[in-house]
């Protein structure tokens, strides 16, 4: 459904812009094709390390080392796996709602999805290319610790 | 050589999942299962981002983008980063390549740390995913909590750091 809308505009704005003038449509393409294979290699990297961490990690022993009664030291581990895997939100909702079937505390997954989304230890590499060291750094620390406060207002409120 | 060594962790990792694959093969096949899966999903969302983002860069002109969220563009600004960061397509590292076409037409740099942090936490379609999963009372705890948190992220990281160390973030977009 969002590919559907993303393709159709995409599709929708290269005929305009054809339309409208020929060689500044090359020059987009060009551009985009250029930017595309400039990331490439580090995402094939990223998406081949991920793939085996995933392989690693089941949600089973997820789902122990993040239960409801593990604390603080939980929370700290939930961050921790959270910050090092990158799963597609469609696979790693899904896999939060298993997690909770299997025993894990709200406020543990609240650090784990805040870590998920916020913090990419594998895409840093790749942030640091954009971003530089610095601010790389501060982006992916700041948000790790914040994550403790997402999970403690979740568990507040939640749990 | 210089193919193979910008492929060199890719072929690394290659190499891991199939020794994996003949140590285990049920770890072995996970792996390649997540690749596969997460490999179509780059192929799905980023072509059309970069192709956008082409278009953008050709012909939206640096002024247009300066007044909606350059250096003086105050809460217009700000609400557009959420906005975009929210509206997008893909994992965070397709971000970034946007967030390097927005650095060459000189949007303010708490914008773009903004529109990064959005992108990444309070993406629309994840959010609905997160409501079905999760329940309304996480996803909406989570989603308020964030915003605030994704502002005082960004401006930590802006004040943090000084005029000259923000230049040279700009001068790396250049090469994009």
């Known amino acids: ?159 | 050589m210089k193919a193979i060594k910008k492929y060199l962790v890719f072929i690394f990792a290659s190499i891991i999942i199939g020794l994996a694959f003949l140590w285990n093969k049920e770890i072995g096949l996970k792996a390649i299962d997540t690749v596969r899966f997460s490999f179509k999903e780059m192929m799905m969302v980023l072509p059309p981002i970069f192709i956008l983002l082409g278009l953008l860069d050709v012909w939206v002109p640096k002024d247009t983008m300066v007044k909606f969220m350059g250096e003086d563009s105050g809460l217009l600004g700000v609400l557009l980063a959420f906005l975009l960061g929210s509206a997008a397509a893909g994992p965070l590292y397709g971000a970034f390549p946007v967030a390097a076409v927005f650095m060459k037409k000189g949007v303010k740099f708490t914008n773009i740390l903004i529109l990064i942090g959005a992108w990444s936490t309070t993406k629309i379609p994840m959010f609905l995913f997160e409501l079905t999963s999760l329940g309304p009372k996480f996803a909406f705890t989570r989603l308020l909590i964030n915003i605030p948190i994704i502002i005082m992220i960004a401006f930590i990281i802006n004040k943090s750091l000084n005029e000259k160390e923000v230049k040279e973030i700009y001068a790396l977009a250049e090469k994009f």
């Open chain 1, 1 to 159: 459904m969002q590919n559907t809308i993303l393709y159709s505009l995409t599709i929708l704005l290269v005929l305009i812009s054809f339309l409208k003038d020929k060689t500044k449509t090359k020059q987009a393409l060009i551009k985009a094709w250029k930017s595309f294979e400039n990331i490439l290699p580090q995402m094939l990297g990223i998406i081949a390390s991920v793939g085996i961490i995933i392989a690693l990690l089941n949600p089973e022993v997820i789902s122990k080392i993040i239960g409801g009664s593990s604390g603080w030291f939980g929370v700290i581990l939930a961050a921790i796996v959270g910050s090092v895997t990158l799963i597609p939100g469609f696979v790693a909702f899904p896999t939060a709602a298993i997690l909770l079937q299997n025993g894990a505390g709200y406020m543990q997954l609240g650090a784990f999805i805040s870590t998920l989304m916020m913090v990419g230890i594998m895409t840093m590499p790749m942030e640091i290319k954009f971003f530089g060291k610095k601010s790389t750094f501060l982006r992916n620390g700041l948000a790790f610790i914040f994550s403790f406060l997402v999970a403690f207002v979740i568990g507040k409120v939640v749990g």
